[in-house]
T-cell receptor, first 116, second 110 residues
Framework: AQSVAQPEDQVNVAEGNPLTVKCTYS??????LFWYVQYPNRGLQFLLK??????LVKGSYGFEAEFNKSQTSFHLKKPSALVSDSALYFC??????????????FGAGTRLAVHP | EPEVTQTPSHQVTQMGQEVILRCVPI?????FYWYRQILGQKVEFLVS????????KSEIFDDQFSVERPDGSNFTLKIRSTKLEDSAMYFC????????FGPGTRLTVL
């Protein structure tokens, strides 16, 4: 079965410092991986995705993610964190075996807190 | 930029009542989904919909749930007889090449 794991419930980082939010995956075949962000009382906003190609994927708001096949990881990164980046971050994988209709399987989420 | 919209933003209902949650997907998208997020838990898939029929549903999506696309734009989720455990945030999503989510409807069942 396809799954993703986010090993950290919360990540704390000082403003201006680099941030990393971790995600590992378990899939059969090539993974389609996604990051979404959820601000308080808001929906899920798409940040970036990896389908194929370059292992470093650039997305919205200065975020990027590195696909590492040997470590089965897809960590989200940003070189310099902003207080406004504080939110709940979800890693997701597309379920390729769901009749072709591509539902997403989400991780448990990681709360990012950026302190001034 | 096109976006998925959902109404209402918050729905409070009594146990046993029927609720209808509404979504307007992005206009050129072909696949539609409902997910839910119980407070403090992960986002869970409920159902996917394509070509005017359900393409897949989860174990959560029992006989109390139904979906339809009555007019080619709206996409609705109906819960026939709500239970306390249906209290959650319900997200609609639509897909062309990436799933885009609506802002959610918070359902509170008393």
């Amino acid at each position: 079965a396809q799954s993703v794991a986010q090993p950290e419930d919360q990540v704390n980082v000082a403003e201006g410092n680099p941030l990393t939010v971790k995600c590992t995956y378990s899939v059969s075949g090539n993974p389609y991986l996604f990051w979404y962000v959820q601000y308080p009382n808001r929906g899920l906003q798409f940040l970036l995705k990896y389908i194929t190609g370059d292992n470093l994927v650039k997305g919205s708001y200065g975020f990027e993610a590195e696909f590492n096949k040997s470590q089965t990881s897809f960590h989200l990164k940003k070189p310099s964190a902003l207080v406004s980046d504080s939110a709940l971050y979800f890693c997701a994988v597309r379920d390729l075996f769901s009749g072709g209709y591509n539902k997403l399987i989400f991780g448990a989420g990681t709360r990012l807190a950026v302190h001034p | 930029e096109p976006e998925v919209t959902q109404t209402p933003s918050h729905q409070v209902t009594q146990m046993g009542q029927e609720v209808i949650l509404r979504c307007v997907p992005i206009s050129n998208h072909l696949y539609f989904y409902w997910y839910r997020q119980i407070l403090g838990q992960k986002v869970e898939f409920l159902v996917s919909f394509y070509n005017n029929e359900i393409s897949e549903k989860s174990e959560i999506f029992d006989d109390q749930f139904s979906v339809e696309r009555p007019d080619g734009s709206n996409f609705t989720l109906k819960i026939r007889s709500t239970k306390l455990e249906d209290s959650a945030m319900y997200f609609c999503a639509s897909l062309l090449d990436t799933q885009y989510f609506g802002p959610g409807t918070r359902l509170t069942v008393l």
